[in-house]
């Protein structure tokens, strides 16, 4: 059964950092292209950053540049989100995503930040940044 498992989010004071873990099964998490989106209160979901399978490429958001990275352990099927200096604008919910099987090859090399290019989805995990 295909799955992806988000887990680090949590309660963080601005300025302060978190790890975010997207832990993959169920399928081979060297082929795909994964995608990190948040989605906060009111607002339409947004891709965050996304990193392609065999070159690990990757894409952010103007808003978390320089702030955010991310990576990937196809050994341990996991992608990470490192959020550093995080802000109180970053509060939402977190979503990893895989990318869609027909776009699996395009996406050696690239990757894709908007959420119609991904088709399986985990369950999120709240971020709340606040004093």
């Known amino acids: 059964q295909l799955q992806l498992v988000e887990s680090g989010g949590g309660l963080v004071q601005p300025g302060g950092s978190l790890r975010l873990s997207c832990a993959a099964s169920g399928f081979t998490l060297d082929y795909y292209a994964i995608g990190w989106f948040r989605q906060a209160p009111g607002k339409e979901r947004e891709g965050v950053s996304c990193?392609?399978?065999?070159?690990?490429?990757?894409n952010y958001a103007d808003s978390v540049k320089g702030r955010f990275t991310i990576s990937r352990d196809n050994a341990k099927n996991t992608v990470y989100l490192q959020m550093n200096s995080l802000k109180p604008e970053d509060t939402a919910v977190y979503y990893c995503?895989?990318?869609?099987?027909?776009?699996?090859?395009?996406?050696?090399?690239?990757?894709?930040?908007?959420?119609?290019?991904?088709?399986?989805w985990g369950q999120g995990t709240q971020v709340t940044v606040s004093s």
């Open positions: 995503a895989r990318i869609k099987s027909v776009l699996a090859t395009t996406s050696q090399a690239m990757c894709f930040m908007s959420p119609v290019s991904y088709d399986y």
């Open positions: 990193i392609s399978s065999r070159d690990r490429s990757t």
